[in-house]
């Protein structure tokens, strides 16, 4: 099998021996009410009402929209606008703590008979993919198509980041009662746990664990860059190659984060739904580096505090990671279901654009083949023919080309506005 393009990046896995700690509870929580790739939800609760943990406080009938939920007890102090970072804006509830932590009444394991509860199980979770995209999970678990493989995420390949690997070593069982509780109910054969060789003991338990079911497979990964991209992961583990256009599901395929898998096994078991996140908090300027569990909604300059982090210091702020992680533009934005980690630098590298010297680093670093100089060119130009012609829409924005560019040309995130100049287009 051919082996794909990939970079080698330093690891800084400085946080992998940090158990996750459960830190204080913040005065009040910000919870937008968008945090998935659907539309907005509209508020279910006003200003002044008293809110549980657990408890749904937002919802919206459109098919990709996912229910948002308190992750704390307390009053809502108010409803306001927020900013996503995709630029657009939602609804976002504030709610002042009361530090009880009452659980709602609705707070239930959920009746599962066959897939249509299931689906519906899963929708009322609030899930969405914990490995940074927000993609709705009951819509990734509700195919059109017959699965085969159920393809589990586990190669945490952004430098620094180790929130997945800690629930890989703390929650191994939870997290594999519900890898099987997906696969029972969509009738899918094979389990595949694809996990960068970087992280030998979560390999080791998960083998251990799985040793005597056969229909599990615990597949050891190179740690090379991006090893956790979908495209990637897939075509390493299986050998398929999804094209342009298509989907996982379309050659057989669900790709789901193992941390997706453990927060599901808890709302199958206890109905409580996603309402906290383990963050890594790293940065050459934290003290205190870890892995954190905060409730959803949790300000970001809250959690920099008590990892001791030198605020004044920071020049950069990123949520995810280093490659493909989003800077920061308000350091008092909360934390929302999809950030694994928290980035604060102050050594940075900042440098003049050169002009392209046509070395092709670039191209050979890709892992889809792609000619990001070519897609450079072409989106200054404007040219949508040449944009497609060179197959902008498989780029997944991994970071590489930017990585090796000896001109450092920023040539990722000028795929991305080339995306939004062609979405404009159509």
């Known amino acids: 099998m051919k082996k794909l393009n990939s970079i080698r990046v330093p690891h800084n896995k400085n946080t992998q021996d940090s158990a996750v700690e459960k830190i204080p509870l913040p ?18 609760v006003k200003v002044k009402d008293t809110v549980a943990v657990g408890q749904k406080i937002g919802d919206c009938d459109a098919p990709f929209s996912v229910p948002v939920h308190s992750g704390v007890s307390g009053t ?4 306001s606008d927020y900013l996503m970072s995709n630029g657009s804006m939602c609804k976002t509830v504030e709610i002042e703590c009361d530090g009880l932590q009452t659980v709602s009444d609705t707070v239930k394991a959920p009746v599962i008979n066959d ?3 299931f689906i519906k199980a899963v929708r009322e979770s609030g899930m969405v993919g914990l490995g940074g995209a927000g993609f709705p999970t009951h ?11 159920l393809l589990l995420n586990g190669a945490e390949c952004e430098p620094y980041i180790t929130s997945d690997y800690r629930t890989m070593l703390e929650h191994p069982d939870e997290m594999l009662d519900g890898i099987r509780t997906v696969a029972k109910m969509l009738e899918i054969p094979n389990v595949i746990i694809g996990i960068e060789n970087n992280k030998p003991e979560a390999v080791r338990i998960l083998k251990e664990k799985t040793a005597d079911d056969s229909n599990i497979n615990v597949m050891s990964l190179p740690s090379l860059y991006p090893q956790g991209g979908e495209k990637v992961l897939i075509y390493n583990c299986t050998g ?8 996982p599901s379309d050659y057989g395929i669900i790709v789901m984060n193992v941390s997706t898998a453990y927060a599901l096994d808890v709302y199958f078991k206890t109905g409580m739904p996603l309402v906290s996140r383990t963050v890594t908090v790293d940065g050459d300027i934290v003290k205190k580096s870890g892995n954190y569990l905060v409730p959803v909604g949790t300000s970001i300059e809250y959690i920099l505090d008590y990892a001791q982090c030198e605020k004044d210091k920071i020049n950069k702020l990123i949520t995810g990671g280093m490659m493909m992680g989003i800077t920061i533009y308000d350091i008092t934005q909360p934390v929302t279901k999809q950030n694994n980690a928290i980035l604060a630098m102050n050594k940075t590298e900042s440098s003049e654009e050169l002009p392209c010297i046509r070395c092709g680093r670039c191209m050979n670093a890709c892992p889809l083949n ?8 072409a989106y200054r130009k404007r040219d949508t023919e040449a944009l497609n012609r ?3 829409s498989l780029c997944m924005n991994c970071g590489c080309c930017t990585y090796v560019c ?7 995130e000028t795929n991305q506005l080339a995306k939004d100049f062609l979405r404009k287009q159509k």
């Open 27 to 44: 005065q009040s929580v910000k919870i937008p009410m968008c945090m998935n790739m659907g539309k907005p939800c509209i508020p279910t």
């Open 76 to 79: 809502v102090k108010a409803i």
């Open 115 to 117: 897939r249509e509860s």
């Open 139 to 149: 819509i990734k678990l509700n195919p059109k198509n017959k699965i085969d493989t």
């Open 240 to 247: 398929k190659i999804v094209e342009e256009g298509k989907l």
């Open 370 to 377: 792609l000619m990001p100089m070519e897609l450079d060119k």
């Open 390 to 392: 060179y197959k902008l």
């Open 406 to 412: 000896p001109s450092k040309r920023k040539l990722a």
